[in-house]
């Protein structure tokens, strides 16, 4: 059994920024990918971005160049460096992991809000 998760949300104002954290635990092995999505009121839940074992990242346009998204595979963790928060960025955080296609667990979400 796969566990992950989250910490870190909060309320920002617009511009600043929050690190979220994702900690996976139990049977975990290597070759996993580990990612953030977001679900705001009324919309679907859609990917942030997502990591693999490799440090190869993928990322949805409205994020690009404002999030981060890095992992520490020997402490099962991965981190998500919001940057230039925009209201529109508004939303529960979720973590997952996944061996390809393949979601091993959901974390239970973390809140953020970004309104002045």
């Known amino acids: 059994q796969v566990q992950v998760v989250e910490s870190g949300g909060g309320l920002v104002r617009p511009g600043g920024s929050l690190r979220l954290s994702c900690v996976a635990s139990g049977r975990v092995f290597s070759g996993n990918v580990m990612g953030w999505y977001r679900q705001a009121p009324g919309k679907e839940r859609e990917l942030v971005a997502d990591i693999n074992s490799g440090g190869s990242t993928n990322y949805a346009d409205s994020v690009k160049g404002r999030f981060t998204i890095s992992r520490d595979n020997a402490k099962n963790t991965v981190y998500l460096q919001m940057n230039s928060l925009e209201p529109e960025d508004t939303a529960v955080y979720y973590c997952?992991?996944?061996?390809?296609?393949?979601?091993?667990?959901w974390g239970q979400g973390t809140q953020v809000t970004v309104s002045s």
């Open positions: 997952n992991i996944r061996y390809g296609l393949s979601v091993l667990a």
